[in-house]
Structure formats: C-alpha cells, structure tokens
Antibody
Framework: EVQLVESGGGLVQPGGSLRLSCAASGFTFSSHWMTWVRQAPGKGLKWVANIKQDGSVKYHVDSVKGRFTISRDNANNSLFLQMSSLTAEDTAVYYC????????????WGQGTLVTVSS | DIVMTQSPDSLAVSLGERATINCKSSQSVLSSSNNKDHLAWYQQKPGQPPKLLIYWASTRESGVPDRFSGNGSGTDFTLTISSLQAEDVAVYYCLKYYGSKTFGQGTKVEIK
C-alpha cells in the first residue's frame, strides 16, 4: 500500500524550531519529486516547498524562504522539513505529498501533522 | 505570481442536481512543451487530506466516479459534479502545477 506518514508536529513557541518528517512506503520514493503543503486552521491549502528526486533541486514559497528547508533521505525513504523562526502564521496542518511522475500534481497525500506556534 | 481564483466560495445544491465550480488563472496554465493544461482538482472532506480528482484539466484519476468531470483550457476551468451525492459534500480546490504550485482558495459544496 502506498503510504505517507508525517510526524514531528507539536506546540512550539514563537521564534522556535521544529523538524517535520514524512515516512514513505509502498512505492519507489527516489523516483518522485516530493512536496510539503500546509493548511492553517479553517483555511485553504498552500504549497510550501518541494524537492527533486535526488535532492539537487529545491523550491520554497517566498513566505518561508530562509526559515524552512526541505530535504530528503532516499536510503530511508524519508522527507523532512526543517522549520525555524516560527511565527503564529506558521500554525497549520502540514501535509507531505508525492508528486506524480506524469507531472507536478500531487497524487498521494499523508494524513498531516499539526504545528501550533504559540506562547 | 499566478493567482488562482475560484467561484463561488460556496454553493448549496440539491441531491441529484448539478454542481459547477469555476477556477480562473491570472495567466495561462497551458504548457508549450506538451500542449496540456497543468490544472488539477482536489476534494477535501473534513478531517481528511485532499484527494486528487482530475489532472490535465480533464483527466479523471483512477477510481474517481464519472459524475466528476473537468473542462476548460488556458485560464478558465470548471469542475462539474453531474448528480450531487451526499458523499460529495466537501471543499474543492483547483491547483496550478505548471512551474510553481498554486491552489485556488477553495469552494465549499453543501446539500440544499
């Protein structure tokens, strides 16, 4: 079964850091671009970052550039999002998603992990 | 940056009736490399991750009921649910995946 399982979310103080992980199984992880998408409470979906199959190319949305870094470990089928200088505006459910090999849409999603930034 | 605007923000439709959601892009999402529109539609039910319904603007994902259809090209797209079922109550999002990824703001579909 194709599966993505996020972990690492939780409560963090403003200015703090957190590292999210996404464990992939059931498919050839190293064959896919991977993505993080977030959703603030009661709000819509927002793409955060993505990374090429070999990790050589990464893109981040402007609002997180310099604060968040996407990375991956193909040997362990894992995707990461290192987040720092967190603010209340970063409070959201963070989803890990697989990009289709056909094109850049997201065809498999994890259940998400909640990050709450609050004092 | 390309902006994706959906309309309406919400709609209520009677069971068995047609629901139509619009998505307008501020720039064309047609790729010159493959002559395809890089536009997808997702369904999100409460407490669940989004589910892919449509890609290439009109290609239905495997397993998606045929009452869901996508149309349009360039900058204007529609998602149609031909006969609304109770299980279709959800928020629907369009996604532009040509270059940077941008979602529409979402359209909430309810039963009238």
């Amino acid at each position: 079964e194709v599966q993505l399982v996020e972990s690492g979310g939780g409560l963090v103080q403003p200015g703090g850091s957190l590292r999210l992980s996404c464990a992939a199984s059931g498919f050839t992880f190293s064959s896919h671009w991977m993505t993080w998408v977030r959703q603030a409470p009661g709000k819509g979906l927002k793409w955060v970052a993505n990374i090429k199959q070999d990790g050589s190319v990464k893109y981040h949305v402007d609002s997180v550039k310099g604060r968040f870094t996407i990375s991956r470990d193909n040997a362990n089928n894992s995707l990461f999002l290192q987040m720092s200088s967190l603010t209340a505006e970063d409070t959201a459910v963070y989803y890990c998603a697989r990009e289709s090999t056909v094109a850049g849409f997201f065809d498999v999603w994890g259940q998400g992990t909640l990050v709450t930034v609050s004092s | 940056d390309i902006v994706m605007t959906q309309s309406p923000d919400s709609l209520a439709v009677s069971l068995g009736e047609r629901a139509t959601i619009n998505c307008k892009s501020s720039q064309s999402v047609l790729s010159s490399s493959n002559n395809k529109d890089h536009l997808a539609w997702y369904q999100q039910k409460p407490g669940q991750p989004p589910k892919l319904l449509i890609y290439w603007a009109s290609t239905r994902e495997s397993g998606v009921p045929d009452r869901f259809s996508g149309n349009g090209s360039g900058t204007d797209f529609t998602l149609t649910i031909s006969s609304l079922q109770a299980e279709d109550v959800a928020v629907y999002y369009c996604l532009k995946y040509y270059g940077s990824k941008t979602f529409g703001q979402g359209t909430k579909v309810e039963i009238k």
